[in-house]
């Protein structure tokens, strides 16, 4: 029936959308959703902060409000694009405009409280910390941009017109974002180790190294003398998170004795707060040291990441008692995965963790942003060392670059002149030993580019009574003599493929003998 109004008497009657139309309006909605989508971004940024509110509340809140904001953002950008496309209107006052409506407010006010949340998260951080979240953001900032840019190009921008090319990419790109986000969060990748470890004898005891396929804490754990040790890979007190672990175990302590290694995957390392995922652990080995006159062991330079190939080629070397890695493992350091790839896997792979390694650095292991840190990841320090085994002693000796420092190959880095000089006067400075046997380890028998510096290193090494150097770098099978010692080149890829040695000492000799991957011996050498 018609409602009669008399004069004078107040319009009563309302508009289906009188009083709404502050939500019903397509710049607040527009607003409300760009605001709500850069929320959880802030939100994750500002997470150092996080670890105080979850004590307060519960573990995993920060990370639950989190998710709902990532929904609550998806909510508001479809519901923008529903007002701008005019799929709802003002004026119209069904049930699918009622239920917009009520969900307009619930976002709105959900996009206060999550702004408000991450404001308040800046907060917390205070002034110390509140910078760590700007330079989280500065850091993110392309991703974020890329991600919000094309979302907004998707779904906003007037020159897409065609429908479901829009829905598509709409639909592909926040599929990929939250695809992104969680494996993020929670990584989709195994967590693994990426071979067995490698002990390396460091001269002054064992560095038990391993590698995983992520990042993470390690600890190595073995009963010796009837106490256990639990010993993590730790700098000042703090657990290193790293691919690449390693541990300093006493001689005795690992010579005929059983361990393992575990490792705990880190997903987040923070300031304050972070987050662990699944812990790993390996079977238990058992390290055994050949400590008698006879001996034979495996010798490997300059694989040059032809992992297959080298383990090709040692399928025709009978059983040895340890390994020596003459270097040159990648074209060079660039990333930790290489050397975890390319050395701790290789060691360990040829060693299954039971048998010892002598490494010596080669020159391609001095070139890329993670050859700084290479001797620490392995336990090593400098790469030069003294190593006694029974009467035979082994001084490791390390070559470094074959380049003047200045080569523009090393992109400024290179100081390795001055570190040759360190180990030259390391090297005077050793004493021989009765009824010694001196085998020299380097990746150059020139031992230093300089000339000066390699006669230094040759006559010390002569003083010391040293019987021959075993090296790589040429990409050939070799035999020849430096100033009286002799020295051998064992091979590596050379043109013919991949070519292995063993070095074994029989009956006071050192017979060494080379072969490639058809098994074919292509050198063979005694030195009496
Ligand atoms: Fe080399």
């Not at 409506?101 to 308040?120: D, K, P, Q």
């Not at 390994?323 to 995965?337: F, K, R, S």
């Not at 048998?355 to 070139?367: D, F, L, M, Q, S």
């Not at 003047?404 to 400024?412: A, I, L």
Request: contains cysteine.
């Amino acid at each position: 029936m018609r409602k009669i109004r008399f004069k004078g008497q107040k319009n009563t009657e309302r508009k289906p959308c009188e009083g709404k139309e502050f939500f019903l309006n397509k710049i607040t909605m527009l607003t409300v959703a760009v605001i709500a989508a850069i929320a959880p971004w802030i939100f994750y940024c500002c997470r150092v902060g996080h670890v105080y509110v979850d004590i307060i509340i519960f573990d995993g809140f920060c990370l639950t409000v989190f998710f709902i904001m990532i929904v609550n953002a998806a909510a508001a950008v479809v519901l923008a694009l529903l007002r701008i496309k005019e799929k709802i209107s003002l004026g119209n006052d069904g049930k699918k405009e009622k239920i917009c409506y009520i969900a307009e407010i619930i976002v709105f006010s959900l996009t206060v409280l999550f702004t408000a949340s991450w404001v308040a998260c800046l907060g917390v951080m205070g002034a110390e910390s509140a910078p760590v979240a700007g330079r989280m953001a500065a850091k993110s900032l392309p991703v974020a941009l890329l991600v919000y840019g094309i979302l907004f190009f998707a779904l906003f921008f007037p020159a897409v017109t065609n429908k479901k090319a829009r829905t598509a990419i709409g639909t592909v790109c926040i599929i990929a974002g939250i695809i992104g986000l969680t494996a993020a969060i929670f990584p989709f990748s195994k967590y693994e180790f990426v071979s067995d470890p490698m002990v390396i004898d460091t001269g002054e005891g064992y560095s038990v190294v391993f590698a995983t396929t992520d990042n993470g804490t390690g600890y190595i754990e073995y009963t010796y003398d009837g106490d256990t040790y639990k010993l993590f890979d730790e700098r000042g007190g703090r657990k290193v998170n790293a691919r690449i672990h390693s541990f300093n175990v006493p001689y005795e302590h690992l010579e005929g004795n059983e361990y393992k290694v575990v490792s705990t995957r880190i997903t987040d390392e923070l300031s304050y707060g972070g987050r662990t995922g699944e812990t790993i652990e390996s079977k238990v080995y058992k390290f055994n040291r050949n400590k008698g006159e006879e001996n034979k062991y495996l010798c490997i330079s300059d694989w040059h990441t032809r992992l297959k190939e080298a383990y090709k080629a040692t399928e025709h070397t009978d059983g040895y008692d340890g390994v020596i890695l003459l270097g040159d493992a990648a074209p060079g350091l660039q990333y930790e995965e290489e050397a975890a790839e390319y050395i701790v896997k290789f060691g360990g792979d040829l060693t299954k963790g039971e048998k010892p390694v002598i490494y010596a650095r080669g020159n391609h292991e001095t070139r890329g942003k993670y050859a700084s840190e290479l001797g620490d990841a392995l336990g090593l320090g400098d790469y030069y060392t003294d190593i006694k085994v029974g009467n035979r002693r082994f001084i490791v000796l390390d070559s470094a670059e074959d380049k003047e420092d200045s080569h523009p190959e090393y992109g400024g880095m290179a100081d390795y002149s001055a570190y040759r000089e360190r180990m030259v006067e390391w090297l005077e400075g050793l004493n021989a030993g009765e009824n010694e046997e001196v085998i020299v380890i380097c990746h150059d028998y020139e031992i230093c580019r300089e000339k000066e510096l390699s006669e230094r290193a040759i006559k010390a090494l002569k003083n010391l009574g040293a019987k021959v150097i075993l090296c790589g770098h040429y990409h050939e099978v070799g035999f020849g003599e430096k100033e009286g010692i002799p020295y051998y080149i064992d091979g590596g890829h050379t043109d013919n493929g991949m070519v292995v040695s063993t070095v074994e000492f029989r009956n006071g000799e050192i017979l060494l003998n080379a072969v490639n991957g058809d098994g074919e011996n292509v050198g063979s050498y005694k030195i009496s």
